[in-house]
């Protein structure tokens, strides 16, 4: 299993649908978890951290769901701009015990007008 | 403006070469990592450093190299011995926190793409 699990789409939504994204992880001790976006060819860039009570910024809603060990993304009234790769984010501490975070593959989303 | 900076933005180099990248930091974070993204690929963690002359291998160090001499700076060397260095390369910095399990968003690079000719 991997550490860290995404469906990597495409998911193709018209312009103003909702958009849900999971992703699953596979610690149980894991305790930081975040939303990065990233465009084609460029650089990761954070678009919400998410916390255990959930989280909202504008037309996006994070969650967690420590039972089910995973996390989701909710994305409402979907715009041409949000067509990007979602990756999900979490700390995995592995047997070597090392200090960062490990990365999904993404989820793309691509969203028409 | 604060920032991570890495150069050059493309790099191209022959097989059996050494080649080394840079990244440089204006954020006063602690914490530096280096990545490689592959096509259609998640990122794969190289090697990591939370202070100051001391740094960690991560998921795919062999055939890597790096130094962490200044706070500011966290170059990444290429070796001949990495054996498919063609990828996109991203440096990434955070403040570390010392507290168990507790980790703080990273932030990124714009990133290098090295193609081995």
């Known amino acids: 299993r991997k550490e860290v699990e995404q469906d990597p789409g495409p998911f193709n939504v018209p312009e103003g649908a909702t958009v849900a994204f999971n992703c699953t992880y596979s610690?149980?001790?894991?305790?930081?978890f975040f939303w990065y976006r990233q465009d084609c060819r460029k650089e990761p860039k954070l678009l919400m951290s998410?916390?255990?009570s959930g989280n909202e910024d504008g037309r996006f809603t994070a969650q967690l769901n420590r039972a089910s060990q995973y996390i989701s993304l909710l994305i409402r009234d979907s715009k041409l701009s949000d067509s990007a790769t979602y990756l999900c984010?979490?700390?995995?501490?592995?047997?070597?015990?090392?200090?960062?975070?490990?990365f999904g593959s993404g989820t793309r989303l691509q969203v028409q007008p | 403006d604060g920032g991570i900076t890495q150069s050059p933005k493309y790099l191209f180099r022959k097989e059996g070469q050494n080649v080394t990248l840079s990244c440089e930091q204006n954020?006063?974070?602690?914490?530096m990592y280096w990545y490689r993204q592959d096509p259609g690929q998640g990122l794969r963690l190289i090697y990591y450093?939370?202070?100051?002359?001391?740094?960690q291998k991560g998921d795919i160090a062999e055939g890597y190299s790096v130094s962490r001499e200044k706070k500011e700076s966290f170059p990444l060397t290429v070796t001949s011995a990495q054996k498919n260095p063609t990828a996109f390369y991203l440096c990434a910095s955070s403040i570390f926190r010392l507290a168990a399990n507790s980790y703080n968003e990273q932030f990124f690079g714009p990133g290098t793409r090295l193609t081995v000719l």
């Open positions: 998410v916390y255990s």
């Open positions: 610690n149980s001790a894991s305790q930081s």
């Open positions: 450093s939370q202070i100051v002359n001391d740094f």
């Open positions: 954020l006063n974070h602690d914490a």
């Open positions: 984010v979490v700390n995995i501490r592995g047997d070597t015990g090392r200090r960062a975070l490990t």
